[in-house]
C-alpha cells in the first residue's frame, strides 16, 4: 500500500467508527475516500449529488440545527454520519467550517456495503445514546486482571461448616475442639441458634491469665451475641464492619443458619496488594504515625485498581472503605487518650466519602451530631479535642481539611441534635445561597462511628421536610444547573484558562458534580435515604421521578466520566505527580471524546428537564 494511503487507513482506524472494522476492511477503506478542502466560513456539508459520511482530517466544523442552535462542533477524528444513518438529518443539520477544514469523505452506499461486512460497525450507527454509553463502559471495564477482591463475597472464602460448641460443654472441649479443626474461634450454640463466640483471645484473657478452671462451661468465657455478616456481603463490607467493632472473627448467617466463620486470618490467602491489608493495618495501628505510614500506599492502590480495570463506581468504594476505616481508628485512638466520651455522639461524614464516591484527590468533610444532653460549659473542650485530633490525623494521612472548613473542628458544625434540626429547618424553608452552598455536604451525611441514632433520627426528619417544600427544591434545582457540561466540543472544548490549570478540562465540575447535584434534588424531592449517586438515581427511576431509562444513562454516563478522570489520575500518580480533576484534552483519544460527548448530553437534557419541571430558568 503506498504510504500515502496507509496513512488514511491508519488515521481512520483509530477513530470511531472506523476502530470498529476488520483489519481486512480496513485496508480496503483508503481507496474509497474522496478528499475535500473547506475554507473558514465555507457551508457544511458541501455540495454533493449523494449523501455521505464526513470525517474531519484537519481543521474544525460547527453544526446547527434548525433554530440555528449550535448541536456541536466536530474536530480532528470526528465523524458526521447523520446521512448515512438518518437521511432526511440531511435537510436539518447545516453548519460551515469555522477554520481552515480537510475532509475524508465516503459515500453512505460503501457505509452501508460496511455495516454489512461488520456487525459492530453496524450497532454503531443503529445503537442508542444508552447503548452507546454501554458499550463504552464495556470497552472501559473489559480489560484482563481484574482486581476483584474487594468484591468478592463472604460465601466465596468460607472454607466449609463452623466449628460449634453447646453452652453446656467445658472450656477445655472447646479449647480441644478449636485444636484438632485448626482453627482460632469456636461458635456456641444453645438450643440450635447462636448464642456466642470464644476465640484464642478469650481462653487467654477469660481463662488462662484469671485462673479460671477449664471444667468451667464455655459459656462462662464466651462473647454473648456477636454480630453476624451476611453471605453475600462483600469482602470490603466485611473487614469495614470488622474493623468499626473492632473484632478479628465475624460470623456469617443467612437467616438463623450459620455458615461459617470469617476472620482476618482468611485474607492472608489474597495477594498481598489487596485493600484488606491496608484496612487491617489500619485497624492495628496504636499511633497517627503508623497510620500515616499505611496511608502512603494508598495512591498507588488506587492506580492499581484502575490498571487492573476495576469500575470507578468499584474504586470509589474501595477509597471510601479505606477512609472510614481510618476515621474509625482515629476516633478509638482520641477516645483512648483524651477518655470516654462524656455524652452521646455520632461522628458524621459528608461529601464524596459518604456517597462513597472517594478518590485520593478528595479532602474531609465531617460533623458531630451531639446528644441534646450536650452542655459547652462542661462538655465543649472533649469534643473540640475530639474533633481536633480526628481532622489532623485525617490531613496527615493525605485528604485535607475542607477548604471551606466544613468540618466538626468548626464549632458551628460540633452541636448537638435540637441545633442540628434548626440548621436543617432554616436551610429547607429559608433557602438562602449559603444553604445551597452547604447542600452539596449536609444533605449528603452518613454516620460512622457513635450512636447512629441521632443521625437516623435527623435524618427522617429531614427527608420529610425536603419533599414537601416546592420552593426549597426549586432552589435546589437553580443550584443544580450552575455546573453546565461543556457538550459537543473537542477542539473548542470549554477549558480552564487561570493559569495553573490552563488548557484543561475539569472534569469534575463539568462532569460528575452536575449528576451528582441532580440526583440529590431526586432524593430530596421524593424522600429517598439513598446516599450514593448511583443508588440515588437507580432508586430516582424506581420511585418514577425520572424514567428508569433517564436513571440509567445518568449513571452510565456518572461512571464513564469518574472513569476517565481516575485514569488521568491514575497516569499522574505513576508519573509521581498529585493527582487532580484536570485533564487536557490532549490526553483523550478519539473514542473516549466521542463517549464524553455521550455523555454530556445525557446531562444537559436532564438538566433542561429538571429546569422545565421547576419552572427554573438560570440555564446559562
Known amino acids: 500500500m503506498h504510504v500515502e494511503l496507509r496513512e488514511i487507513r491508519d488515521f481512520l482506524a483509530g477513530h470511531p467508527p472506523f476502530h470498529l472494522l476488520p483489519e481486512a476492511v480496513l485496508d480496503q477503506l483508503p481507496q474509497w475516500i474522496e478528499i475535500r478542502y473547506l475554507r473558514r466560513g465555507d457551508p457544511f456539508p458541501p455540495d454533493g449529488e449523494q449523501p455521505r459520511l464526513f470525517v474531519v482530517r484537519k481543521g474544525a466544523v460547527a453544526l446547527h440545527d434548525r433554530s440555528g442552535r449550535l448541536r456541536e462542533k466536530l ?13 432526511s438529518m440531511d435537510s436539518e443539520i447545516r453548519g460551515e467550517a469555522v477554520e481552515d477544514t480537510l475532509l475524508y469523505e465516503i459515500p453512505c452506499a460503501r457505509i452501508h456495503r460496511l ?32 482486581f476483584p477482591y474487594p468484591w468478592t463475597t463472604l460465601r466465596d472464602l468460607l472454607h466449609g461448616p463452623p466449628v460449634m460448641v453447646s453452652t453446656q460443654e467445658s472450656i477445655r472441649q472447646a479449647a480441644k475442639r478449636m485444636t484438632d479443626a485448626g482453627v482460632s474461634s469456636v461458635l456456641v450454640t444453645e438450643d440450635g441458634a447462636l448464642a456466642g463466640i470464644v476465640t484464642d483471645s478469650d481462653l487467654r484473657r477469660r481463662c488462662v491469665a484469671v485462673g479460671r478452671s477449664v471444667e468451667q462451661p464455655v459459656r462462662e468465657i464466651m462473647t454473648p451475641e456477636p454480630h453476624t455478616a451476611s453471605p453475600d456481603a462483600t469482602l470490603m463490607e466485611a473487614l469495614t464492619l470488622m474493623t468499626r467493632l473492632q473484632v478479628h472473627h465475624l460470623p456469617v448467617a443467612s437467616g438463623s443458619e450459620v455458615l461459617g466463620m470469617f476472620s482476618t486470618s482468611d485474607v492472608a490467602r489474597l495477594q498481598n496488594a489487596h485493600p484488606a491489608y491496608l484496612i487491617r493495618d489500619i485497624a492495628r495501628a496504636r499511633e497517627v504515625d503508623e497510620l500515616v505510614r499505611a496511608c502512603r500506599r494508598l495512591p498507588h492502590l488506587q492506580a492499581q485498581l484502575v490498571a487492573a480495570s476495576a469500575s470507578a463506581r468499584q474504586v470509589g468504594e474501595v477509597v471510601s472503605c479505606i477512609t472510614d476505616a481510618l476515621t474509625d481508628r482515629l476516633l478509638v485512638l482520641a477516645e483512648a487518650r483524651i477518655g470516654p466520651p462524656p455524652v452521646p455522639y455520632v461522628w458524621v461524614v459528608g461529601g464524596s466519602q459518604s456517597r462513597r464516591e472517594q478518590s485520593v484527590h478528595s479532602d474531609q468533610d465531617n460533623a458531630l451530631i451531639l446528644s441534646d444532653d450536650y452542655e459547652p460549659r462542661a462538655h465543649g473542650a472533649y469534643f473540640e479535642a475530639l474533633a481536633r485530633e480526628v481532622s489532623d490525623g485525617l490531613d496527615a494521612c493525605g485528604f485535607p481539611y475542607c477548604p ?23 436551610w429547607i424553608e429559608t433557602p438562602e445561597p449559603k444553604a445551597l452552598m452547604l447542600s452539596c455536604i ?44 461543556p457538550l459537543g466540543f473537542f477542539r473548542s472544548f470549554v477549558l480552564i484558562h487561570d493559569g495553573k490549570h490552563d488548557d484543561t478540562l475539569d472534569l469534575k465540575h463539568r462532569g460528575t458534580v452536575p449528576i451528582v447535584d441532580m440526583a440529590r434534588v431526586y432524593a430530596l424531592a421524593h424522600g429517598l435515604p439513598q446516599v450514593s449517586t448511583v443508588e440515588r438515581l437507580h432508586a430516582a427511576g424506581e420511585a418514577g421521578a425520572l424514567s428508569r431509562e433517564m436513571a440509567e444513562n445518568l449513571a452510565d454516563a456518572f461512571e464513564f466520566i469518574s472513569s476517565v478522570r481516575l485514569r488521568h489520575q491514575a497516569a499522574q500518580i505513576r508519573r509521581g505527580e498529585p493527582p487532580d480533576n484536570y485533564v487536557p484534552p490532549a490526553e483523550l483519544s478519539g473514542l473516549e471524546r466521542r463517549h464524553l460527548k455521550d455523555a454530556f448530553a445525557v446531562i444537559q437534557t436532564i438538566q433542561e428537564t429538571l429546569a422545565r419541571r421547576y419552572q427554573v430558568h438560570s440555564l446559562s
Request: hydrophobic share 40%; glycine share 6%; proline share 4%.
Open 115 to 146: 455495516r454489512e461486512m461488520s456487525e459492530p460497525f453496524d450497532r454503531h450507527f443503529s445503537a442508542d445514546l444508552r447503548q452507546r454509553l454501554k458499550d463504552a463502559l464495556d470497552l472501559v471495564q473489559d480489560a484482563e486482571g481484574a
Open 442 to 485: 449536609f444533605f449528603d451525611l452518613r454516620p460512622i462511628r457513635g450512636r447512629f441514632s441521632l443521625f437516623e433520627t435527623l435524618q427522617a426528619e429531614v427527608l420529610e421536610r425536603s419533599r414537601h417544600n416546592s420552593i426549597f427544591l426549586a432552589h435546589m434545582v437553580a443550584n443544580a444547573l450552575t455546573h453546565r457540561p
Open 75 to 87: 474536530g480532528e477524528g470526528d465523524a458526521a454520519a447523520d446521512q448515512c444513518a438518518k437521511p
Open 404 to 426: 471551606g472548613d466544613a468540618m466538626a473542628t468548626n464549632t458551628q458544625w460540633r452541636q448537638p441534635l435540637h441545633v442540628w434540626r434548626g440548621y436543617f429547618r432554616r
